[in-house]
């Protein structure tokens, strides 16, 4: 069953072309997956746009659920456009090949670290490996993998082998002005759906609907209290930050919107700026299409506000546009028309082992950083540690069934004093 409201699809033909795709389980009975494809609005926050039930994540399923979402959005000479992230699921990455060959395509850097840390764990190569995904331009990228070659050359090789076009900025393309990394919004949206998953096939998919319908109500009026032409809050704040980073950094004038740029500390760090262009050679500002610190200190040199220079796919208006369609209102059951078809059956069940679980899985990495959140928390140990607490000695690390304490009085209060007596 395959559902792309047409209010979601016009909404994100007014967004950014960066879409997200994922698979998560359904809860319920039956079993099943959920293929989603979701989008950024201009606020950076999720729009569904699609969604499928299907029998599981499979090269198949991916295909049918592609071909779907290609045709509603005007066919593959505009997916081509399109940037897709996803968790380099097994399915997928043929289906995506075989349907939009050459499309930018990216790899949750989150997922990636996962499978890497599977085989090469370590601090220093964990920062090493997020530094060269988070480098923007080639040379550091290139320096930064040098890095790694010397500290472990299997796992630079490892590295090599995913083309880092798929995961690092520095060869990221600059059309869906999206810089990101990981597939958050993917995450986001299978947690929103999370009571909706444990549902029947088609009572899920009209929860779904109601919650797209009211959030897009919700979102309709959520900024008409800005002022016209402002930025975006969450733009906004990314924004602030930039500026905050432009105080270590000075300016020379070469041509009237000209620059080169370098570090106040003395660093080696120097970059070039055309304020014109809108361009800079650490290749941020034209990936996000905000201004990086090195722009704002070049708008700052010429008095401008670099506020001023955020494009408008980030202000108030892209907001109202974007959620302008409307999720129509539908009846309910008691007005449907009957029709000649036959009714639909349940789809066949698959039983999956062991006891259905609720929660997202978590991959080892996050895994580890779960249980270094919980030592570190005092509340949590407690908590956790309560269950494991022998209720007669009190003592962690056993229960009554292996209390040695239990054993001695259920063999009566003389035998265990003689057992204490002759012990070591
Ligand atoms: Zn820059």
């Known amino acids: 069953m395959y559902m792309c409201l047409e209010g979601c699809k016009q909404s994100f033909l007014r967004c950014r072309r960066f879409i ?10 039956y079993g099943g997956m959920i293929l989603a494809a979701v989008g950024r609005d201009p606020n950076d926050q999720m729009l569904p746009i699609a969604i499928a039930v299907a029998e599981g994540e499979t090269k198949d399923s991916w295909l049918w659920f592609l ?14 456009t399109i940037t897709f992230m996803s968790d380099q699921q097994k399915g997928l990455l043929p289906a995506i090949d075989e349907l939009l060959p050459n499309v ?26 997020w530094k060269a995904a988070k480098a923007s331009y080639h040379q550091e990228w290139e320096k930064t993998m040098r890095e790694i070659r010397s500290i472990n050359p299997e796992a630079h090789k490892y590295l090599m082998r995913t083309p880092p076009r798929h995961w690092s900025k520095s060869w990221f393309r600059f059309d869906s002005k999206c810089d990101v990394l990981v597939n958050n919004m993917s995450e986001t949206f299978n947690s929103v759906i999370l009571g909706p998953r444990e ?15 009211e959030r897009w109500a919700r979102n309709r009026s959520k900024m008409i209290e800005l002022e016209a ?24 004038v070469s041509g009237y919107m000209l620059f080169e740029v370098y570090n106040r500390n003395q660093t080696s760090e120097q970059y070039t700026v055309n304020l014109d262009a809108q361009t800079c050679s650490c290749r941020r500002w034209m990936l996000s299409g905000i201004p990086c610190c090195h722009a704002i200190t070049c708008y700052m040199d010429r008095k401008l506000d670099p506020d001023d220079y955020i494009p408008h796919f980030y202000r108030k208006e892209a907001y109202v546009s974007c959620y302008e369609p409307l999720i129509h209102p539908t009846n309910g059951q008691n007005l449907w028309e009957t029709t000649p078809y036959p009714d639909i059956l349940p789809p066949p069940m698959r039983k999956m082992p062991g006891r259905p679980k ?45 209390c040695k304490s239990n054993a001695n009085t259920s063999q009566g209060e003389t035998s265990s004093q003689a057992a204490t007596q002759s012990g070591p």
Not at 67 to 80: P, S, T
Not at 375 to 381: E, F, G, H, I
């Open 67 to 80: 071909k779907l979402l290609i045709a509603d959005l005007g066919g593959k000479d505009f997916c081509q």
């Open 229 to 252: 032409g402002a930025v975006l809050p969450n733009i906004k704040k990314k924004l602030l930050k930039e500026r905050e980073r432009s105080r270590f950094w000075m300016c020379r």
């Open 199 to 213: 549902k029947p096939i088609v009572t899920m998919f009209e929860e779904i609907r109601c919650y797209l319908m």
């Open 358 to 402: 609720k929660s997202r899985n978590k991959g080892t990495y996050e895994k580890a950083k779960g249980a270094n959140e919980k030592a570190k928390d005092p509340s949590l140990v407690t908590r956790k540690g309560k269950a494991n607490n022998c209720i007669i000695c009190k003592q962690v690390g056993h229960n009554k069934r292996s």
């Open 104 to 129: 930018e395509q990216r790899f949750c850097v989150r997922h990636f670290y996962s499978n890497f840390r599977k085989r090469y764990s370590g601090k220093a190569l964990k920062d090493l490996m």
């Open 20 to 29: 997200g795709l994922d698979g998560c389980f359904l809860k319920g009975y």
